[in-house]
């Protein structure tokens, strides 16, 4: 372990690391714009300069190899001032729209002109125009005349996603990134973290373009339940000090973005675009009502007859919920699992066209908790699957189960998040909480448990999964 010394401080680094990469992992701050700590070198930006002590010239941090006794400055007057002109540089072609960039707020471009520059351009120049709102792909736009050069994105789809989609045509300041002709960017599951990594508001996100400031949304830790990865994301939803009372009030409760939350034992820093469109599966049109064969019911009602269906079933079957938390499962099991024949079903299935599986996170089983629930219950061999007709009472927790299938005389148990016409059919419907309305852990393919917490009220017609089997035994089935 080289011991180096970064403005006369003692740091023991790694034999392989760089001054940057000792830095970052002593809380050091160096700037960087290109820089990716999951990205190969590039060294292009040139801000991470640093001093060596003893040497007239600076040089940049995120190439240079620690050594044993290495003697750097990261705040010298020469660094200051070189910062000072490379800043300047920077922004030379650069467009004052902060106002309106979606980055602000999270854009380090702005944050170092501030902490290194602080001061008007000197040139006398007109700024070298170039495009705005390219059509990179179907989700995400560029703003020529903001990017850096950083090359981040273009090295993000060589050596991350490896779709190979984007990279630098031309020469000098009229370079531009472009999307590959024969490797569509679109084509790229991954494509969206180009957005994140990007250090200034050239990439920007279709669905979030003009949607929201940052600094008036609150990002919630959450996992996708997109597939068996679990990846650990963040959803930002508005701040209740920013809560909108009179112009568009949905807007407190629904989701403006999603992005990933760095977990290493998971997801990295990275998540596929699925992950990022899941408001398209949480803001479904919500199922709110308990039921009874249809007639809008109480929810205690309709929790203690669903009580008095178990209490009189003599073959009763469960059909337990894949996206169920570890929470729900283990209700489940303690308050039912010795009354029911139980089977894990796969609540979501591969949609026409979704990528099935990848070497980076995509994963066959479009469920996020099938590993818990398969820990606790066997699971439903799907195409071998029927009811027996002795079956008497089938309780159908969570979405994907096709109600054809059901016995003649069965009755039914239906518990749903979402709207669905078969609903109206069941001898008791109850309405569940999603995962944005509630606590809970789910496990993934790895075995790696992970938290979601709440950002949105639950409705209190809606009942939560994790009480309502105790519930039901309590109120309706006999002892
Ligand atoms: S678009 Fe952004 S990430 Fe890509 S090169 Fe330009 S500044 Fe860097
Ligand atoms: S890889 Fe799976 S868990 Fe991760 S963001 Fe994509 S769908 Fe969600």
């Avoid at 919500?286 to 007859?305: H, N, Y």
């Avoid at 309405?431 to 917490?453: C, D, K, L, M, W």
Wanted: hydrophobic letters at 40%; one cysteine or more; a neutral charge.
């Amino acid at each position: 372990m080289p011991e180096i010394f970064i403005d006369g401080k003692s740091i023991q680094a790694e034999r392989d690391q760089t001054v940057m990469q000792a830095a970052l992992a002593h809380n050091v701050p160096i700037p960087y714009f290109c820089y990716h700590p999951s990205l190969s070198i590039a060294g292009n930006c040139r801000i991470c300069a640093v001093q060596v002590e003893g040497r007239s010239w600076v040089e940049i941090a995120c190439n240079m190899p620690v050594s044993e006794g290495l003697r750097v400055l990261t705040d010298s007057e020469q660094v200051r001032a070189y910062r000072k002109e490379l800043m300047q540089l920077v922004t030379l072609n650069h467009p004052v729209d902060c106002g309106i960039c979606d980055k602000a707020g999270e854009c380090t471009l702005q944050d170092y002109h501030y902490q290194y520059n602080g001061s008007p351009s000197v040139s006398n120049e007109p700024k070298v125009r170039s495009t705005k709102f390219h059509p990179l792909s179907e989700r995400i736009v560029l703003d020529n005349e903001r990017c850096i050069l950083c090359s981040r994105c273009v090295r993000f789809t060589k050596e991350i996603s490896k779709s190979n989609a984007l990279g630098i045509t031309q020469r000098g300041d009229t370079s531009l990134v472009r999307a590959a002709e024969d490797h569509p960017l679109d084509d790229d599951p991954y494509s969206d973290n180009v957005i994140d990594i990007c250090p200034v508001g050239a990439l920007l996100s279709r669905p979030f373009l003009y949607k929201a400031r940052v600094w008036y949304l609150k990002p919630t830790p959450s996992v996708c339940p997109g597939c068996a990865r679990g990846c650990t994301i963040q959803i930002w939803h508005r701040k209740s000090e920013w809560k909108l009372n009179a112009l568009d009030p949905r807007k407190n409760v629904s989701i403006e973005r999603i992005t990933p939350l760095e977990n290493p034992a998971v997801n990295g820093p990275w998540i596929c675009n699925k992950g990022r469109d899941l408001a398209q599966i949480f803001e479904r049109p919500r199922a709110e009502q308990a039921m009874q064969k249809g007639k809008s019911v109480d929810l205690p009602a309709a929790i203690a007859a669903a009580g008095r269906l178990i209490g009189d079933a003599k073959r009763p079957v469960a059909l337990v919920s894949s996206w169920g938390s570890n929470e729900e499962l283990a209700a489940f099991k303690q308050a039912l699992g010795g009354r029911f024949a139980a089977f894990v079903k796969e609540d979501w299935v591969p949609q026409p066209g979704e990528r099935l599986d990848d070497d980076l996170l995509i994963r066959a089983d479009k469920n996020p908790n099938t590993a818990a629930a398969r820990a606790l219950f066997p699971a439903l061999a799907d195409a071998a699957f029927t009811l027996d007709d002795a079956t008497d009472l089938v309780l159908i927790w969570g979405e994907g189960f096709d109600f054809s299938r059901l016995p003649a005389r069965a009755r039914t148990i239906v518990l749903d998040a979402y709207a669905q016409p078969e609903h109206q059919g069941a001898d008791v419907f109850i309405p569940v909480s999603i995962q944005t309305e509630r606590r809970g852990h789910y496990t993934n393919f790895q075995g790696v448990v992970s938290a979601f917490e709440p950002c949105f009220p639950k409705k209190p017609t809606v009942a939560d999964a994790e009480t309502l089997f105790a519930a039901m035994v309590a109120t309706g089935v006999p002892a």
